[in-house]
């Protein structure tokens, strides 16, 4: 079963070019029997086979602002926010070894170690050394040695949390035919902004 591609594709670069365009996308997406099904496994990649070129800004932003509500999306940001300001840049909270090299290379956090245990402390990260993996127990064993550490685990946990996407795969497997969920159909529609 193959997509209707429309013709004419649109560029939606910022949020004003997805509200300026929201009744093309609603029409685009309504179009496919199946489009607001293919909406809900992945956006990007249902919006990008209606007919719309999406920038990489763009597609972070629709992936993140569908799978958080408000509330979830602005301590995420505020958590975001106050780990770049300690690291400096910009680090995903995901990538077990971004955090990983943040706290035992940059930020030069002791390692809890076999040493803990015989009473001598803790050992330090050697830079030279690999940054160890990252795992929910060693951020516990260390959230008391740095301010971000706390920071990290609750914005790791908030980005865990929410709606979650299908890979490309997936996405390919059910727009050939393969049943995955009970939905069959979904259409949307646009609601008045006063009901």
Do not use: C
């Not at 932003?61 to 400096?88: C, N, P, S, W």
């Not at 490309?168 to 006063?194: C, D, I, Q, W």
């Amino acid at each position: 079963m193959a997509a209707k591609v429309p013709a004419g594709r649109i560029a939606i670069e910022s949020e004003k070019d997805l509200k300026k365009h929201a009744v093309s996308i609603l029409r685009r997406i309504n179009e496919d029997e199946r489009g607001g099904l293919m909406f809900l496994l992945n956006p990007v990649f249902a919006l990008e086979e209606a007919g719309f070129d999406l920038n990489e800004e763009m597609r972070g932003h629709i992936l993140h602002g569908l799978r958080f509500g408000a509330k979830a999306k602005a301590r995420i940001r505020e958590l975001d926010e106050a780990v770049r300001d300690v690291a400096g840049r910009p680090v995903d909270a995901l990538s077990d070894e971004q955090v990983s090299r943040l706290l035992f290379v940059e930020l030069k956090i002791p390692l809890p170690g076999p040493a803990a245990d015989k009473g001598t402390g803790t050992r330090k990260a050697k830079s030279p050394e690999p940054p160890p993996p990252v795992s929910e127990e060693l951020l516990d064993a260390v959230k008391d040695r740095h301010r971000v550490v706390p920071l990290l685990i609750e914005l790791r946990r908030q980005l865990k949390g929410g709606w979650r996407f299908v890979d490309r795969e997936t996405y390919e497997k059910v727009r050939a035919g393969a049943s995955v969920t009970l939905l069959r159909r979904v259409r949307f529609r646009k609601h008045p902004k006063n009901p």
